[in-house]
């Protein structure tokens, strides 16, 4: 079942493998175009096609999308959010904490290299 969505509506939207609070700035005909205002779960570190394995040819560093940034979303990724937004840099923390406990408790060589591209990552997001 569809759920009724307008443009302004508050949104969790899942894009690649992060998943973002935002608004519905305009419907497309299978997506949305979400603005974000905040990072509910950091995208995942690696090959998107190739989830968690460390053996691929290229290891990419993926960031959350940034404050206010647009987003084409599917229509079936985007879910009402009725509770408080919180403030971006916050959530990024939040979330950047969760990815690395997550990255600590799985011994192996896709979460080291995950790790250190948070580290990476978090000198750029918190300069």
Do not use: C
């Amino acid at each position: 079942m569809l759920e009724n969505f307008r443009i302004g509506d508050r949104v969790t939207a899942i894009y690649k493998t992060g998943k973002y609070i935002g608004e519905i700035t305009e419907e497309r005909p299978q997506h949305f175009l979400v603005r974000v205002l905040a990072v509910k779960k950091h995208p995942m570190q690696g090959d998107l096609h190739n989830p968690k394995s460390a053996d691929v040819l290229v290891f990419h560093e993926r960031r959350a999308l940034a404050f206010r940034e647009q987003a084409n979303i599917p229509k079936q990724m985007v879910k009402h959010f009725e509770e408080d937004v919180p403030e971006y840099q916050t959530s990024l923390k939040e979330a950047i904490e969760v990815m690395k406990k997550e990255l600590n408790e799985t011994p192996s060589e896709w979460a080291d290299m995950s790790l250190k591209m948070i580290e990476t990552l978090e000198k750029d997001y918190f300069k």
